[in-house]
């Protein structure tokens, strides 16, 4: 079975600019989840989409949106960039999300903001 | 807001050394999980611990699922340079079902 596949794997954008992230799930999770890991803050969560919903949501700003697809892939989008939105953003997907379910990470799309 | 401490932030050791990671919080969890991640990697799940009291086991790993379900540990029996990483503790928030990280402790195991 293939991993959670996360695109692009790098990205450099400047202040202002919006850039929208690409997550695709294990075949048959239902729940995408996002992260924000930076060396200050840690790993801190963004937003949890099952079957097309939001279900859950992080503190983050509005600039920080997301969607899912009929197909569970995700993605999330971040308008007027800010310097401080230089992190590694990760998805993980799950089969249903929440209680004991096992969270399977992608490898992070690596966002520097000039 | 829930908070998860972990302890200490940085270890280095040498192979053989045993060592224990701390994650402590205020508030309750309904379960707690222990991830390490590689540089250039996402987190892999080590374990889930879900009733107060819990040990489990892998391998040279130990996890304890404090009593009152607010800390944990992690003991690594005889390191070895394999085990260097970022570990990461997560606990599932009872109230809002999110999934709430440590800062992290990232060991290093010297040869």
């Known amino acids: 079975k293939a991993g959670v596949t996360q695109t692009p794997r790098y990205l450099i954008k400047t202040r202002g600019q919006q850039v929208t992230l690409s997550c695709s799930p294990i075949?048959?999770?239902?729940?995408v989840s996002w992260y924000q890991q930076t060396p200050g803050q840690g790993l801190q969560f963004l937003f949890e989409?099952?079957?097309?919903?939001?279900?859950n949501k992080g503190n983050f700003p509005g600039r920080f949106s997301g969607r899912q697809f009929s197909n569970s892939r995700s993605e999330m989008n971040v308008s007027t960039l800010e310097l401080g939105d230089s992190a590694l953003y990760l998805c993980?997907?799950?089969?249903?999300?929440?209680?004991?379910?096992?969270?399977?990470f992608g490898p992070g799309t690596r966002l520097t903001v000039l | 807001t829930q908070l998860l401490e972990q302890s200490p932030q940085f270890l280095s050791i040498q192979e053989g050394e045993n060592l224990t990671v701390y994650c402590n919080s205020s508030?309750?969890?309904?379960?707690l999980q222990w991830y390490r991640q590689e540089p250039g990697e996402g987190p892999v799940l080590l374990v889930t611990?879900?009733?107060?009291?819990e040990v489990k086991k892998l391998k040279r790993l130990t996890f304890q699922f404090g009593d009152a379900r607010k800390d944990s540990s992690l003991h690594i029996t005889a390191a070895q340079p394999g085990d260097t990483g970022l570990y990461l503790c997560?606990?599932?928030?009872?109230?809002?079902?999110?999934?709430?990280f440590g800062q992290g402790t990232t060991l290093q195991v010297k040869p």
């Open positions: 997560a606990g599932r928030s009872s109230n809002t079902g999110k999934l709430i």
């Open positions: 508030s309750v969890f309904s379960s």
């Open positions: 075949s048959g999770h239902r729940s």
């Open positions: 993980a997907s799950s089969p249903a999300g929440g209680g004991t379910d096992t969270q399977y």
């Open positions: 989409y099952f079957s097309e919903t939001q279900r």
């Open positions: 611990v879900v009733t107060g009291g």
